[in-house]
């Protein structure tokens, strides 16, 4: 009788591993896609602020416009390869909501 409540025991414990790991590695997803999203937000507002910059007639201001542009750029990057890398459901609509962001910000802009 002890044999059996061990192996049961057992067998919960080794399904409770499982379980926590699947769901870890859905969590790791969302959080990935959280932080390009964070850093999507960033890059929009170093962008903003360069482009208030820019109104004068300076080398530093294009070249910080030329380094907010790299950023939006590297982040739209980041997110196309990981993208199609997603199977968690909250994980690829966050990643949809996020690629519909970016596109409407570089459009309109007029980013290429």
């Not at 399904?15 to 790991?21: E, K, P, T, W």
């Not at 590695?25 to 910059?53: N, P, Q, T, W, Y």
């Not at 109104?55 to 982040?75: H, M, N, P, Q, Y």
């Amino acid at each position: 009788m002890a044999r059996v409540l061990f192996v049961i025991l057992l067998i919960a414990a080794a399904a409770f591993l499982i379980y926590r790991q699947a769901n870890q590695e859905s969590s790791d997803e969302v959080r990935m896609v959280r932080a390009i999203e964070a850093r999507f937000e960033i890059a929009v507002v170093k962008f903003m602020g360069a482009g208030k910059i820019s109104g004068t007639l300076a080398a530093s201001s294009i070249e910080e416009t030329e380094k907010a542009l790299a950023g939006l750029k590297r982040v739209r990057d980041e997110f196309d390869s990981l993208k199609p890398t997603l199977k968690n459901e909250k994980a690829i609509r966050l990643a949809e909501k996020l690629g519909q962001r970016i596109d409407e910000f570089f459009t309109k802009n007029e980013i290429l």
